[in-house]
C-alpha cells in the first residue's frame, strides 16, 4: 500500500516562516491620493456620511421646512439609514426663508469639512445667500423647493444668483410666470395688469417673468408694486391698484402677507371686478381659514401634483410615520432631491486600497454625477439636468378658490388650466 512521505517538523516551521515573509514583502496599498480639482471628503471606516439640510424651521413658513425635512428622512430610511456601509447623518440648520438666514445656516454646514453636500434651502431667498456660501467651499447642494429663476438660469441665460454646484428638483418659476400670464391673457382675456411683489427673488422672480410674457402677449402692465415683508397693512397698495385700471392683479407672495392683501382687497372701493392671482406660496390650509369666504374667486398657479401608485406609496408611508398629511407641494420634489444626491455620491465614491471600509468623495465628482443626471425616474416626473442645474418637470396648473369649506383638497381638485396644454 502507497505510503505518503513524512515531512520532517523543523522543516515544516521552516516553510511557514518563509510564506510569512514574503507575504509581508508584498507591496502594500499605496496611500490614497486626491485628485479631484476641488478636493475629496475622507469618510472613516467607522464614520458616517454627513449630509447637511437647510429648510426653514421657524416662523410662519416652517411647515414648508418641516414637510422638506421629512422626506429627507423618509429618502434615508428607505436605504436602511446607511449608504456604501456607513450610517448617513443629517445635519439639519434653520434657514430662515432670509438672505442672512441662509447665509448663517450655510456657514453652520460648511464649517464641517466632513459634509459631503447640502440638501436645501427651503425658500430662493435664503438660497440666493446661502449658494455663494456653499460654492465657495467646494460643494454641492441640491434644493427641492428654490424655485427662483435668478438662482439657476433666465430665458437660457445664466441667472444672476447662480454658483456653480447648486441644482434643483423644483421648477423654474420663469415658467411658472409665464404660465400665468398665459392664462390671464389667453383665457380670462385681461389686458390690464398689476403686479405685487415683496422683493424676495421668488415674488421678485415670478412678478417679473409674469410682466415680462404678459406684454409680450400684447397685455400692458399698469401697475408694478412692492411692499415689505411683515407689512400687515395693503390699503395704500391695493387703492394704487384700484385706480390702476387694472383687471387683474397678480401677487406670488406667502403668509401672511397675501391674507392681508387678500382680506383688504375686499374693503377697498374699486377692487370688486378686479380678478385676484397668486402662486403656490398661498397654497396652504391656514391660508384658505384665515381668508375664508374673502378668498373665494382667487386663482393660483403651482406646479403639477404627481399622480401614479408610487406617489401614492409615499404619501402613505409619510402620513403612517407622522400622523398627518404633508401640507405643501414641494416635500415630493425634496424626496427626489434627496434621492438623487445619494444615488450620485454612491456612484463616486471611492473604496479605500487599505479594504477598511474608507470612503473618498470627490467634490468635483459629485457636481458633475449630478449635472450630468438624465432620466431619473422620481415622484415628480422624468428627471434631466441641464447646465444651469435646473433638473425639474415643468408643468403648471391653474386652480381657483370656490368653496373654502373644502379646504386644500377641494383648491387643489378644482383645476381650470393646465400649462403646457398639450402635455
Same mark, same amino acid.
Given at each position: 500500500?502507497?505510503?505518503?512521505?513524512?515531512?520532517?517538523?523543523?522543516?515544516?516551521?521552516?516553510?511557514?516562516?518563509?510564506?510569512?515573509?514574503? *507575504?509581508?514583502?508584498?507591496? %502594500?496599498?499605496?496611500?490614497?491620493?486626491?485628485?479631484?480639482?476641488?478636493?475629496?471628503?475622507?469618510?472613516?471606516?467607522?464614520?458616517?456620511?454627513? #449630509? +447637511?439640510?437647510?429648510?426653514?424651521?421657524?416662523?410662519?413658513?416652517?411647515?414648508?421646512?418641516?414637510?422638506?425635512?421629512?422626506?429627507?428622512?423618509?429618502?434615508? $430610511?428607505?436605504? +436602511?439609514? $446607511?449608504?456604501?456601509?456607513?450610517?448617513?447623518?443629517?445635519? =439639519?440648520?434653520?434657514?430662515?426663508?432670509?438672505?442672512?438666514?441662509?447665509?448663517?445656516?450655510?456657514?453652520?454646514?460648511?464649517?464641517?469639512?466632513?459634509?459631503?453636500?447640502?440638501?436645501?434651502?427651503?425658500?430662493?431667498?435664503?438660497?440666493? %445667500?446661502?449658494?455663494?456660501?456653499?460654492?465657495?467651499?467646494?460643494?454641492?447642494?441640491?434644493?427641492?423647493?428654490?424655485?427662483?429663476?435668478?438662482?439657476?438660469?433666465?430665458?437660457?441665460?445664466?441667472?444672476?444668483?447662480?454658483?456653480?454646484?447648486?441644482?434643483?428638483? /423644483?421648477?423654474?418659476?420663469?415658467?411658472?410666470?409665464?404660465? &400665468?400670464?398665459?392664462?390671464?391673457?389667453?383665457?380670462?382675456?385681461?389686458?390690464?395688469? &398689476?403686479?405685487?411683489?415683496?422683493?424676495?427673488?421668488? =415674488?421678485?422672480?415670478?412678478?417679473?417673468?409674469?410682466?415680462?410674457?404678459?406684454?409680450?402677449?400684447?397685455?400692458?402692465?399698469?401697475?408694478?408694486?412692492?411692499?415689505?415683508?411683515?407689512?400687515?397693512?395693503?390699503?395704500?397698495?391695493? =387703492?394704487?391698484?384700484?385706480?390702476?385700471?387694472?383687471?387683474?392683479?397678480?401677487?406670488?407672495?406667502?403668509?401672511?402677507?397675501?391674507?392681508?392683501?387678500?382680506?383688504?382687497?375686499?374693503? *377697498?372701493?374699486?377692487?370688486?371686478?378686479?380678478?385676484?392671482?397668486?402662486?403656490?406660496?398661498?397654497?396652504?390650509?391656514?391660508?384658505?381659514?384665515?381668508?375664508?369666504?374673502?378668498?373665494?374667486?382667487?386663482?393660483? *398657479? #403651482?406646479?403639477?401634483?404627481? $399622480?401614479?401608485?408610487?406617489?401614492?406609496?409615499?404619501?402613505?408611508?409619510?402620513?403612517?410615520?407622522?400622523? $398627518?398629511?404633508?401640507?405643501? #407641494?414641494?416635500?415630493?420634489?425634496?424626496?427626489? &432631491?434627496?434621492?438623487?444626491?445619494?444615488?450620485?455620491?454612491?456612484?463616486?465614491?471611492?473604496?479605500?486600497?487599505?479594504?477598511?471600509?474608507?470612503?473618498?468623495?470627490?467634490?468635483?465628482?459629485?457636481?458633475?454625477?449630478?449635472?450630468?443626471?438624465?432620466?431619473?425616474?422620481?415622484?415628480?416626473?422624468?428627471?434631466?439636468?441641464?447646465?444651469?442645474?435646473?433638473?425639474?418637470?415643468?408643468?403648471?396648473?391653474?386652480?381657483?378658490?370656490?368653496?373654502?369649506? /373644502?379646504?386644500?383638497?377641494?383648491?387643489?381638485?378644482?383645476?381650470?388650466?393646465?400649462?403646457?396644454?398639450?402635455?
Amino acid at each position: 500500500m502507497y505510503e505518503r512521505a513524512r515531512i520532517p517538523f523543523e522543516v515544516s516551521i521552516l516553510v511557514l516562516a518563509i510564506a510569512i515573509v514574503l *507575504v509581508g514583502c508584498q507591496p %502594500s496599498a499605496p496611500p490614497f491620493e486626491c485628485t479631484d480639482p476641488i478636493g475629496c471628503v475622507e469618510v472613516g471606516p467607522d464614520d458616517p456620511i454627513k #449630509i +447637511g439640510v437647510l429648510q426653514v424651521l421657524s416662523g410662519d413658513l416652517q411647515l414648508y421646512g418641516l414637510d422638506n425635512l421629512r422626506s429627507v428622512e423618509l429618502a434615508v $430610511e428607505d436605504r +436602511g439609514g $446607511e449608504l456604501l456601509g456607513h450610517p448617513i447623518d443629517l445635519k =439639519t440648520e434653520d434657514s430662515l426663508c432670509s438672505k442672512e438666514g441662509g447665509t448663517t445656516a450655510a456657514s453652520k454646514i460648511v464649517a464641517d469639512p466632513q459634509i459631503v453636500a447640502i440638501i436645501g434651502p427651503t425658500c430662493s431667498g435664503a438660497a440666493a %445667500s446661502a449658494i455663494e456660501v456653499m460654492s465657495e467651499s467646494g460643494l454641492v447642494m441640491i434644493s427641492g423647493s428654490s424655485s427662483a429663476p435668478s438662482l439657476t438660469s433666465v430665458g437660457g441665460e445664466r441667472g444672476s444668483d447662480w454658483q456653480p454646484g447648486f441644482l434643483r428638483t /423644483a421648477q423654474n418659476d420663469a415658467l411658472s410666470g409665464r404660465a &400665468a400670464a398665459t392664462f390671464a391673457f389667453e383665457v380670462l382675456g385681461v389686458t390690464k395688469a &398689476a403686479t405685487i411683489d415683496d422683493g424676495d427673488p421668488y =415674488t421678485r422672480g415670478l412678478a417679473d417673468t409674469f410682466q415680462q410674457v404678459f406684454t409680450e402677449l400684447g397685455g400692458e402692465i399698469v401697475l408694478a408694486a412692492v411692499v415689505n415683508k411683515g407689512d400687515t397693512n395693503m390699503q395704500p397698495v391695493l =387703492t394704487a391698484v384700484a385706480r390702476s385700471e387694472a383687471e387683474l392683479v397678480f401677487f406670488p407672495v406667502f403668509q401672511p402677507e397675501g391674507d392681508y392683501i387678500v382680506l383688504h382687497a375686499r374693503e *377697498v372701493e374699486g377692487l370688486e371686478n378686479i380678478t385676484l392671482m397668486s402662486a403656490e406660496g398661498l397654497y396652504q390650509d391656514s391660508f384658505i381659514e384665515t381668508v375664508d369666504q374673502a378668498g373665494v374667486g382667487l386663482h393660483l *398657479v #403651482i406646479p403639477t401634483t404627481p $399622480e401614479g401608485p408610487a406617489y401614492d406609496a409615499f404619501v402613505s408611508k409619510y402620513e403612517a410615520k407622522y400622523e $398627518e398629511a404633508p401640507t405643501q #407641494i414641494y416635500y415630493t420634489h425634496t424626496y427626489d &432631491a434627496a434621492n438623487m444626491l445619494l444615488n450620485a455620491i454612491d456612484a463616486v465614491a471611492l473604496e479605500d486600497g487599505k479594504v477598511d471600509g474608507t470612503l473618498h468623495i470627490g467634490r468635483q465628482a459629485l457636481r458633475d454625477a449630478l449635472y450630468a443626471t438624465a432620466g431619473y425616474q422620481g415622484l415628480t416626473g422624468s428627471l434631466t439636468c441641464d447646465e444651469y442645474g435646473d433638473c425639474g418637470v415643468a408643468r403648471f396648473q391653474v386652480i381657483r378658490l370656490d368653496d373654502p369649506q /373644502a379646504g386644500l383638497e377641494g383648491l387643489g381638485a378644482n383645476v381650470v388650466y393646465t400649462y403646457p396644454a398639450d402635455q
